[in-house]
């Protein structure tokens, strides 16, 4: 083998996110990594929650409205099926918003 042409190995620490750390040996110094076996679900058994609701309204206060068609959630999706077939009940009725009958002269 060529003399020094190889990378220093040397004892390095793993820090991870949840405050764990460990020694091993490395060619690179201090390592910091997100997750490690301490805590991850998978090695822990744990199971976190991860709030799926609330993922469109997030979007929009972080970027509002798109310039595209309107991303509705199931309750403004409701709201508008339940407002829709009531103005098609009135006009059934000859009624337009206001109480007022319509008199169609031709």
């Not at 910091?32 to 976190?48: F, L, M, W």
Request: glycine fraction near 8%; charge should be positive; proline fraction near 2%.
């Amino acid at each position: 083998m060529k003399d020094k042409i190889h990378p220093k190995y040397a004892e390095t620490t793993f820090k991870c996110a949840c405050g764990f750390e460990y020694k091993t040996y490395s060619t690179r110094a201090d390592i910091k990594v997100d997750i490690c076996s301490q805590c991850h679900p998978y090695y822990t058994g744990k199971t976190k929650i991860i709030d799926a609701a609330g993922r469109v309204e997030r979007f929009r206060r972080r970027f509002g409205e798109t310039k595209g068609s309107k991303i509705l959630t199931a309750k403004e999706k409701e709201k508008l099926s339940t407002e829709s077939t009531s103005k098609k009940k009135s006009l059934k009725k000859g009624t337009v918003s206001g109480g007022k009958k319509s008199s169609a002269k031709k």
